[in-house]
């Protein structure tokens, strides 16, 4: 599905659509004929002082742990905020590039059966971009959708069915994510609460079930 972003958008010309889409063709030609060393070395080129490359790279391709997840989503928007630390527009572009690789990463994770792993990708998302949203210039229309579709993973996640087990840890994920919050930068309960109570309903998790504390907290 489009990100909420862009569908907003005028659509492009169709002459040019089918330009690119020859390009996009033979790139796919081009990349199926290349060596596995020779594709390392393109890409170890192409990273080379471009650190926003290897950022993306790492996001779509590695497993990182929450800590490692806020550490690469602030230090992007460290980088890109202007001496006042003010986000702009362009700054958020730059940022959605590295929430776009985390998100791709994340669906493939849904597609191995990683759930939690993909559920703590989106839960990180959205805390780290909600602790900068006071930060963006004007209303954040990027920050905004880059939440929006985060919570659109999570809740994905929570409409598929689960073992109570499983539910269980991945409300527990939730729940230690959304309560790592600040205080005072809170936009989105209402979100979280939706997400969390569809994990709890959908696979019927009672008082005595595993990871409890976080079952009985949810509202």
């Not at 909420?4 to 690119?20: G, T």
């Not at 630390?85 to 994770?109: G, R």
């Not at 971009?129 to 659109?152: H, L, N, P």
């Not at 996640?157 to 840890?169: L, M, R, T």
């Amino acid at each position: 599905m489009a990100s909420e972003k862009f569908r907003y958008f005028p659509k492009a010309d169709p002459e040019r659509e089918k330009v690119l889409q020859k390009i996009e063709t033979r790139y796919q030609e081009i990349i199926q004929q290349l060596s596995a060393e020779e594709l390392r070395t393109i890409m170890r080129e192409i990273s080379t002082g471009h650190s926003h490359v290897s950022k993306e790279v790492i996001c779509r391709c590695m497993p990182l742990s929450k800590k490692e997840m806020e550490v690469m989503l602030h230090s992007v928007i460290d980088a890109e905020a202007d001496g006042d630390d003010i986000i702009s527009a362009d700054a958020e572009m730059a940022v959605e590039k590295i929430t776009a690789a985390l998100m791709e990463n994340a669906a493939e994770l849904i597609q191995k059966g990683e759930t939690i792993q993909a559920a703590m990708i989106g839960s990180v998302i959205i805390t780290v971009i909600e602790s900068r949203m006071e930060r963006v210039y004007d209303e954040g229309w990027t920050f905004q959708c880059i939440v929006k579709d985060a919570f659109e993973l999570l809740k994905r996640i929570s409409e598929q069915s689960y073992s109570a087990d499983i539910a269980g840890k991945l409300i527990a994920t939730c729940f230690q994510v959304f309560e790592s919050r600040d205080e005072d930068i809170k936009y989105y309960d209402d979100e979280w609460q939706e997400v969390m109570n569809a994990l709890k309903n959908n696979a019927g998790l009672t008082k005595t079930d595993q990871h409890s504390d976080y079952v009985n907290r949810v509202k």
